[in-house]
């Protein structure tokens, strides 16, 4: 099964990528591999939510959100590669995670993100991870969400 197919059995839609809020683009493709910049969890141009997982934010919603800002980057590494089924597999995905001092649970929040990989992908959307606890990130933003893909 492809990965348009499996995302239409799943009900997944790509979202339109995000216009960039500085001097970068959404993502690049170089050789055989796409790169994203990092992606906040934007629906409809809103970003869903503000705040410090840990404190204002639970790590269930935080995990709600990395699947959202995952989503964004899948958009943004899609349009990049010509095509969703131009993707062969996902290679590692970073998530930042804007963390109150004491919470530790950044791995349980970018399990969202990388629960989408394997959803869309199957397999393919096996890869490498990073989960970082940061003091703040753009907007207020909980979450951020980047991934690097490779190519058929």
């Known amino acids: ?32 591999l796409v790169s994203t910049s990092g ?10 939510a503000t705040g410090i997982v840990g404190s204002t934010v639970t790590p269930e919603a935080a995990a709600d959100y990395a699947r959202t800002a995952a989503l964004n980057a899948v958009a943004a590494a899609a349009q990049a590669a ?7 597999s996902v290679v590692r995905v970073v998530g930042y995670v804007a963390s109150s001092p004491d919470f530790g649970g950044q791995p349980a929040v970018m399990n969202g993100a990388s629960n989408l990989m394997t959803e869309i992908f199957g397999e393919a ?3 490498v991870r ?13 979450v951020e969400v980047e ?5 058929r």
Request: hydrophobic share 50%.
């Open 130 to 142: 990073s989960a970082v606890g940061v003091a703040a990130l753009p907007m207020g933003a909980p």
């Open 147 to 151: 991934i690097m893909v490779a190519l």
């Open 39 to 48: 992606q906040l969890p934007f629906i409809d141009g809103a970003l869903q």
């Open 1 to 32: 099964m492809n990965h348009s197919a499996r995302m239409a059995e799943a009900g997944i839609v790509l979202p339109p990528v995000a216009t960039p809020a500085g001097a970068y683009i959404p993502a690049i493709r170089h050789g055989g």
């Open 82 to 88: 010509g095509g969703i089924d131009h993707i062969a």
């Open 125 to 127: 959307g096996k890869h």
